[in-house]
């Protein structure tokens, strides 16, 4: 079997305490370590994804892209002319564009109406707008409500990409991983993917992304892409201490869009602990509180998180289950405490042991 490739996403929320010149220098050295690719989130109040990626398109060699570009952060046409000006400084490499939702939190700051319709439209125009085709967005009523879109107006990008840019599906559910099979060049299984191993879900969501691929796209390789969700430190407690927000957000999360109590035990997670922590954060809890209520079992249900020795078995065990379903790439996220201590323990441990 062919080597998984290793991506690296900075999460930029995560890492808002880093100079964009050092996460520069830090992608530089994943690059030399031989990281594949590197992908960049895309968040409201945190550096700006496009910016990013330019930065490092100046200084790196390999594939980059984002992972995921928000439906609703930006209009297609500002999407698609910001894509083909980056691709003109990637020289010929692939760029990655990975389009979805958003996180939980998204609805939280924008309107988020008709998330498959708008998946849908947003993918199928840009590629129009990137293939140098002219789009008049009467044709996407969801996007022509949402942007405020002059129905009778035409556009067309007034110059080319340069390199090659492939989209990618970034949802998480099942339509919109049905759409993303319809519509998209690749998959980007996010940072459900460790709670979905768990609860056996995976097998599932992958369908729905084949089962709608053209057919004459059936039989050959469609690049799929799966985020681990890793927090490496040589102090252990400082790694999983690290994550204990995170986890717990994202276990709140799947508690309060209805997973069953069965999918929630499948976590390897208690009932009763989550209940508790949804009843914290309700009533107002303090990070410091919440934090004291997310257990060793929410940390691992999303986690991979502790010392090298620590997490190297565990490790072992995804990359032989990506590689069988079907997974190019392991791209990790998160990272550590210490983003450099962290970056050179994955590279210089784990990959290698992989």
Known sequence: MLPLETGIQFHLPTYAHVPLPHLVELAAQAEAKGVAQLWVTDNLRSRQSFVALAAMAC???????????????????????????????????ELSIGLGRGNPRTP?????????????????????????????????????????????ATFQLNFSAASPVRLYCGSNGPLGMAVGGETMDGLIFGGHYMAALRTGRVPELLDAFNSALPAERQDGPVPKVAEIKISLSRNASAAREFVKESAGRRVLNMYREGYTPE??????????????????DRNGATEQQFDDL?????????????????????????????REQG????????????????????????????
Do not use: W
């Not at 995921?68 to 490499?93: C, H, K, W």
């Not at 708008?118 to 140098?132: F, I, K, Q, Y």
């Not at 035990?265 to 914290?280: W, Y």
């Open 59 to 93: 200084h790196l060699k390999i594939k980059l892209g984002t992972a995921v570009t928000v439906q609703y952060f930006r209009n297609p046409v500002d999407l698609a002319d910001s894509i083909a000006t980056l691709s003109e400084l990637m020289d010929g490499r």
């Open 108 to 152: 939280s700051l924008i309107r988020t109406p008709r998330p498959v319709s708008v998946l849908r439209e947003t993918a199928r125009s840009v590629r129009r707008l990137l293939d140098g085709e002219a789009v008049c967005f009467a044709d996407y009523p969801s996007l022509l409500e949402y942007y405020h879109f002059n129905p009778s």
């Open 263 to 280: 999918a929630i035990e499948r976590l390897g997670v208690t009932l009763p602990d989550v209940e508790r922590l949804d009843q914290a």
């Open 294 to 322: 997310v257990t060793d079992s929410m940390i691992d249900a999303i986690f991979i998180a502790g010392t090298p020795e620590d997490c190297l078995e565990r490790m072992l065990k995804v990359r032989d289950t990506a």
């Open 327 to 354: 997974f190019g790439q392991l791209m990790y996220s998160e990272l550590g405490p210490d983003v450099d201590e962290a970056l050179a323990l994955l590279c210089d441990v784990i990959v290698p042991a992989l």
